[in-house]
């Protein structure tokens, strides 16, 4: 066995023991007081749960903060608790950056860039983030991954199934197994910078001709599968605009739909990281610039039929279209009262556009916790119906909405929804999604989803 193999297995195992006893001490805690009687929903499992996962850095604590955006995946008491850990790890030292970047272009590296600070600009779970310049002149971002990431990846998933393994056995309102295969795929995909910048480049052409979202153009030249360079974009962040004027505020709230829904209306495509960092506001409000594409999700066509489906069945009242919604996107074997009680949640999603007038997107809802009293509300009637298998590509779709959600509330925008939602639509038809579908992931080399 080679020295390198030898290492990422030791790595790997040792990861594995680590995370292990954290989630299993915590495991072991939960199943004690079940026996006892208690309730396992409570603060203090909440914040137990937290500090377990708080002192692993790396893959790990992107799936705790994704797994408290899902809806309905965890209590309330424990997405709050996990939506407070930071996905950040200790950045790597100048001589490890430059030794990683020799690795990804070779010896003479430095040459390629006209500067290149070896100082990260940002640091976060996955890798960290250098400032560059180009011989031409062109700004940098360089997205630099860390060592031996997919090896922590495969160690982290796996004892994430552990983790909803125990969520299934003490709290089986939800199915969680098709959430765990959704999330690791979504992980996996994240370590592929080539995928990325495909990524990128279908965003650019999906969103060409939209003045108010900007998109950074990929280096090819200079991009490997762990070094992705991209064009850097000057920005502010989201929240210091919170004190702008209403007219401000309101014009970065289209900017923000018009980037995840006029994709999704057209192409079946949804940025599926809705965190405040992938994004920065540019000039005074003029637009946003969308920066992170490691997490997007490209649907089937029939699921964004689904998606319409609902909001003209629940428009509505048609019952028969609701439910072909539902099944169209994979739920199976419902019964009137399971729709019902789904029905309570699609009403809170698709509220906003259902009515056609100025509002704000939750009226009296703080920004954390957009969605949390419906989810839980939902939680609480599926107890009494049996385990609901939640399909895949819903978790993505859901976790998207509530997070733009919880943008517009920080912003505090007044908007018509109904309006942008249904000008997104246009003429909606789902043979011309899936040849627009088609023709923009063959040119950017991308392969229709199965």
């Known amino acids: 066995m080679k020295d390198e193999e030898r290492n990422r297995l030791s790595a790997r195992a040792a ?63 424990y997405a709050e608790e996990l ?15 430059a030794r990683r970047m020799r690795a990804e272009l070779g010896p003479d ?23 560059a310049r180009a011989h031409d002149g062109m700004q940098l971002a360089c997205k630099l991954q860390y060592p031996d990431m997919k090896s922590a990846v495969e160690a982290d998933l796996a004892q994430l199934q552990i983790a909803f393994a125990v969520h299934r056995r003490f709290a089986s309102v939800i199915d969680t197994r098709e959430i765990a295969k959704e999330i690791g795929a979504r992980v996996r995909e994240e370590l592929d910078y080539r995928r990325e910048a495909r990524h990128a480049a279908l965003y650019a052409l999906m969103l060409d001709g939209e003045p108010t979202v900007r998109v950074p153009r990929v280096r090819e030249e200079l991009s490997t599968d762990r070094l992705l360079v991209m064009q850097w974009l000057d920005g502010k962040p989201l929240l210091s605009f919170k004190g702008a004027p209403q007219e401000v505020r309101d014009r970065i709230g289209v900017a923000m ?25 540019f000039g005074e409000g003029e637009g946003i610039n969308l920066l992170d594409y490691g997490c997007i999700r ?55 556009i259902l009515e ?15 969605g949390r009293k419906e989810a839980f509300r939902v939680h609480q009637a599926l107890k009494q119906k049996g385990p609901v298998t939640v399909p895949r590509e819903f978790v993505f779709m859901d976790r998207a909405a509530i997070g733009l959600g919880g943008v517009f509330l920080h912003l505090d925008a007044k908007l018509n929804y109904h309006d942008m939602f249904n000008a997104a639509l246009g003429d909606f038809r789902l043979d011309a999604l899936a040849a627009a579908q088609r023709a923009a992931l063959e040119f950017v080399g991308l392969a229709a989803p199965a």
């Not at 390629?112 to 960290?128: T, W, Y």
């Not at 998606?307 to 428009?315: A, P």
């Not at 056609?356 to 957009?370: F, M």
């Open 15 to 77: 990861r594995y023991a680590r995370v292990g006893a954290n989630i299993g001490g915590v495991a072991a805690r939960m199943a004690g007081q079940k026996i006892a009687g208690g309730s396992l929903g409570d603060a203090s499992n909440a914040a137990a749960l937290a500090r377990a996962l708080g002192g692993l850095k790396g893959p790990l604590m992107k799936v705790a903060q994704l797994m408290a955006t899902i809806p309905d995946l965890l209590p309330p008491e």
């Open 83 to 97: 939506g407070k850990l930071q996905a950040d790890a200790p950045p790597m030292g100048a001589a490890f950056v």
């Open 109 to 131: 590296w430095r040459a390629v860039f006209a500067d290149f600070d070896l100082k990260p600009s940002a640091a976060a779970s996955l890798g960290q983030v250098h400032r």
């Open 257 to 281: 739909f018009k980037a995840w829904w006029l994709p999704f209306s057209r192409y079946g495509v949804i940025h599926g990281d809705p965190h405040l960092g992938n994004y920065s506001v």
């Open 298 to 352: 490209i649907f089937p066509p029939k699921f964004v039929g689904g998606v319409v489906d609902l909001y003209e069945g629940l428009k509505r009242n048609d019952e028969a279209r609701i439910v072909h919604a539902y099944e169209s996107w994979g739920f199976t074997n419902l019964k009137k009262d399971v729709i019902d009680v789904l029905n309570i949640w699609a009403r809170f999603i698709y509220g906003p």
């Open 356 to 370: 056609d007038r100025v509002r704000t997107i939750a009226d009296g809802v703080a920004p954390g916790a957009y």
